[in-house]
């Protein structure tokens, strides 16, 4: 499984940004794919992730309401939806996908995924 992620660049804050995720290869595999990011200096954290028949969706608290993250079939792409950015949202993002069946509970996890792709850095001025 190979994934590409695309979509970032420079917003200003409270805008909205669309990134996206293309999968190809053994898709078939996959189970779930996620986002996450890792901002200057920090650890990378979990932001969202979706099963990959797009029936289930899963969000960190920080970004519940704000963030959407979903899945295009025809595609194979997934996309997070990123409304009222705040500064705080500036992060390198990396999309993640996993062809183990998953555990809700450790979807949080970046050990839960098998497959990442290159990160897509967003920049939010205040």
């Known amino acids: 499984v190979q994934l590409q992620a695309c979509g970032g660049g420079l917003v200003q804050a409270w805008v909205s940004r669309r990134l996206s995720c293309t999968a190809s290869?053994?898709?078939?595999?996959?189970?779930?794919t996620a986002w996450f990011r890792q901002a200057p200096g920090r650890e990378r954290e979990w932001v969202a992730t979706i099963s990959w028949s797009g029936g289930s969706t899963y969000y960190e608290d920080s970004v519940k309401g704000r963030f959407t993250i979903s899945r295009t079939s025809f595609e194979n792409t997934v996309y997070l939806q990123m409304d009222s950015l705040k500064p705080a949202d500036t992060a390198v993002y990396y999309c993640?996908?996993?062809?183990?069946?998953?555990?809700?509970?450790?979807?949080?996890?970046?050990?839960?995924?098998?497959?990442w792709g290159q990160g897509t850095l967003v920049t939010v001025s205040s």
């Open positions: 290869g053994r898709t078939f595999s996959i189970y779930a």
């Open positions: 993640a996908a996993t062809t183990d069946p998953y555990n809700i509970l450790s979807l949080h996890e970046g050990s839960s995924y098998n497959y």
